[in-house]
T-cell receptor, first 113, second 112 residues
Framework: GAGVSQSPSNKVTEKGKDVELRCDPI?????LYWYRQSLGQGLEFLIY????????KSGLPSDRFSAERTGGSVSTLTIQRTQQEDSAVYLC???????????FGSGTRLTVV | KNQVEQSPQSLIILEGKNCTLQ??????????LRWYKQDTGRGPVSLTI?????NTKSNGRYTATLDADTKQSSLHITASQLSDSASYIC???????????FGTGTRLQVFP
């Protein structure tokens, strides 16, 4: 597609449930990033993929968070046993080369009730 | 302490006025610095990108400056418009890494 696509755009889930967030990067972009933006906070780095491998997982806040990327394209961020503090907007970005910057998706707003 | 600090946290100005947003960083060495505009409910959109050797970069009414010695950057908005109301985020990329370090942003509101 023309941009980075994320789905769903909004997700409300009950505490303790698992959720999956999807990111479809721009075709051909090799690098893919997940960020989290809590209310009133800056963007927090979660994980970075180069192709299908994740050389930097340092930002994942706990072992309840995991992410995978298949075929060098679509990525899924999974949060198990969601907690209320997981409520945030989860943003995905992709890039080919660090020349023109990163293109962000519109994010998934996750609300844990 | 965050490696990228922005000020002010929020700013209200009248339409047509100019304003300047500040970004101080401690990331060293660094590869480049970007300013992003993020409208409510949207992902960030790149405004300018500067390498350590560049001092200024313009994009329409937006002008970014960079002082690599003092590790400070500013974003100047000229003749503000209502559509400039958004969050402005300073982002620094360290040298030889793909990880971006985000500031917490400045929330700008432009009133008529």
């Amino acid at each position: 597609g023309a941009g980075v696509s994320q789905s769903p755009s909004n997700k409300v889930t009950e505490k303790g449930k698992d959720v999956e967030l999807r990111c479809d990067p721009i075709s051909g972009h090799t690098a893919l990033y997940w960020y989290r933006q809590s209310l009133g906070q800056g963007l927090e780095f979660l994980i970075y993929f180069q192709g299908n491998s994740a050389p930097d997982k340092s930002g994942l806040p706990s072992d309840r968070f995991s992410a995978e990327r298949t075929g060098g394209s679509v990525s899924t961020l999974t949060i198990q046993r969601t907690q209320q503090e997981d409520s945030a907007v989860y943003l995905c970005a992709s890039s080919f080369r660090d020349v023109n910057g990163y293109t962000f998706g519109s994010g998934t707003r996750l609300t844990v009730v | 302490k965050n490696q990228v600090e922005q000020s002010p946290q929020s700013l209200i100005i009248l339409e047509g006025k100019n304003c300047t947003l500040q970004c101080n960083y401690t990331v060293s060495p660094f590869s480049n610095l970007r300013w992003y505009k993020q409208d409510t409910g949207r992902g960030p959109v790149s405004l300018t990108i500067m390498t350590f050797s560049e001092n200024t970069k313009s994009n329409g009414r937006y002008t970014a400056t960079l002082d690599a010695d003092t590790k400070q950057s500013s974003l100047h908005i000229t003749a503000s418009q209502l559509s400039d109301s958004a969050s402005y985020i300073c982002v620094v990329r360290g040298y030889n890494t793909d990880k971006l370090i985000f500031g917490t942003g400045t929330r700008l509101q432009v009133f008529p």
